[in-house]
């Protein structure tokens, strides 16, 4: 499959990335693995792509008490799982980077770019020709949706794995652009519409992930449904932080992806938890949460709504096992 | 537009003349003749395309001609030296690990990339190092049995 014809643009400091990207129909690419098949498929046109590797100082990943964990932009998926550090007090992060794709698409991918993953639909992800027997959706340019009918609005799914991992981790992002930086809670770097999922301007780029220090007795895990152990997109991915008070859960935070056409944090089932002795009876509460904030359309391929939302309950369930488990020092 | 493309291959220098929308799969197969590597689904699912890019397993179908400029790339035909056969190779022959050999390959620079960083993998580390490798004739078996052999030295 051949890409369309493009020029290649390779800025050297964040700053010259942000001013090229103001400079118009450009998109900026790092690890390739999300933007490439989408040239290919020529659901995005382009005239250039800003080649942001090149970019000096922006691959680290550090720790410290006082600051946390400190992600660059170019970073890549493979680097994030092997650091001893965040093996160590983070191991959601881990078992989300392990979990995208294969080898290959880590080691290419960057963290901040599993962060921006576009959102995906059966009908978008297609190449011309398929696309061609039918009207363009919302998401390629058009009027229509051809998941949920007489919808007047894209539903293409959130589908990253690293992103509610991060999230339920307290986990914010540095966004540089042409007038300076600002940092902003993980949530904000998504606006929920599956036609332009990522809330940056076209001059705006992820510099840095930040996490903070890992709290006392806290754990964390991730886990998803899909059909194949490796390659497959999320049909649902489920995160748990939660951090133990002697016998006892003080506060947990849950989130899903591939749930809606953002990741989403199911909030406020600390309440039905806290102060009760971790058992699946106790975290019914917070497994139904979830069930109902998960709101999958049929526009992935692998499992029926109904089942991937039942399957959010089993998976909100597995990820607090591995959370609690991390937190007991298991 | 065509612009000068420096690529060490398998530790010779190239510099040819490339579209800046080239990908490198269609530079490796396309202008420097190397062959070996494959395109499979070109959308990054299948691994037939895996090269390593200072020695990190990458997919040259996603990768742009023009990111790989100054970088190391090994294919398949960088493995060999002087005629004999790299130990991946060479077990994947005594251990009928190739069918219609066109993931092949792949396969092998993913598990090249394994051995380079892990000499002495489990099973559950080679299957996880090739599970970004699809082979359609579906010999996995013989292809698992013989990255462990090459690693043991059998």
């Not at chain 1, 293409?156 to 307290?170: E, I, Q, R």
């Not at chain 1, 917070?286 to 992935?300: C, G, I, L, Q």
């Not at chain 2, 993998?121 to 299957?127: D, G």
Request: with cysteine.
């Amino acid at each position: 499959m051949k890409l369309p014809r493009i020029d290649y643009l390779e800025p050297q400091t964040v700053g010259e990335a942000c001013a090229l990207l103001a400079g118009g129909d450009v998109l900026p690419v790092a690890g390739g693995t999300d933007l490439v098949p989408s040239l290919k498929h020529r659901v995005k046109a382009p005239t250039a792509v800003v080649n942001l590797k090149a970019i000096r100082d922006l691959n680290y990943i550090t720790y410290s008490e006082k600051e946390g964990l400190r992600i660059g932009a170019l970073a890549s998926l493979r680097d994030l799982q092997n650091n001893a550090v965040v093996q160590e007090k983070y191991p959601a992060l881990v078992q989300a980077a392990a979990s995208v794709g294969t080898v290959q698409l880590q080691n290419m991918g960057t963290v901040a770019g599993n962060l921006c993953l576009d959102t995906r639909c059966y009908y978008y992800n297609q190449s011309s020709f398929w696309r061609s027997a039918r009207p363009a959706c919302y998401k390629a340019g058009g009027e229509v949706c051809h998941v949920v009918k007489r919808s007047d609005k894209c539903w293409a799914c959130y589908s990253g794995d690293t992103a509610p991992a991060f999230m339920v981790l307290g986990a914010s992002v540095k966004i540089a652009s042409s007038k300076g930086e600002r940092v902003v809670p993980l949530d904000k770097l998504y606006s929920g519409d599956g036609k332009k999922p990522i809330a940056l301007a076209a001059d705006e780029l992820v510099s840095e992930i930040q996490v903070p220090a890992l709290a006392a007795n806290s754990g964390s895990g991730y886990t998803k449904l899909r059909i194949r152990k490796a390659i497959d997109f999320p049909l649902m991915g489920a995160a748990v932080w939660v951090q133990l008070n002697g016998g006892t859960v003080k506060d947990i935070r849950v989130a899903l992806t591939a749930a809606d056409s953002a990741p989403v944090e199911v909030a406020g089932v600390a309440a039905s938890i806290a102060g009760k002795a971790y058992s699946e009876e106790n975290l019914a509460e917070a497994m139904e949460a979830s069930y109902k904030k998960a709101r999958p359309v049929d526009n992935v391929i692998g499992g029926s709504p109904p089942y991937r939302k039942r399957m959010a309950r089993v998976f909100v369930k597995r990820a607090a096992n591995l959370a609690v488990a991390q937190a007991e020092g298991r | 537009m065509k612009k000068a493309l420096a690529l060490t291959v398998n530790g010779e220098e190239y510099e040819v003349l490339a579209d800046t929308h080239r990908t490198l799969l269609e530079v490796l197969r396309d202008s420097l003749g190397l062959t070996g590597t494959k395109e499979g689904c070109g959308l990054g699912a299948c691994g037939a395309c895996t090269v390593l890019i200072d020695g990190k397993a990458s997919l040259a179908c996603l990768t742009l001609a023009f990111a790989a400029h100054g970088k190391q790339v090994t294919t398949i035909e960088g493995l060999a030296v002087d005629g004999k056969l790299h130990p991946i190779q060479d077990a994947a022959v005594r251990f009928g690990a190739i069918q219609c050999g066109f993931c092949t390959p792949g396969w092998i620079m993913s598990a090249k990339a394994l051995l380079d960083e892990n000499p002495k993998p489990s099973e559950h580390q080679v299957k996880t190092a090739i599970a970004g490798n699809l082979c359609r004739c579906t010999g996995y078996v013989k292809i698992i049995e013989s990255v462990l052999a090459a690693s043991q030295g059998k």
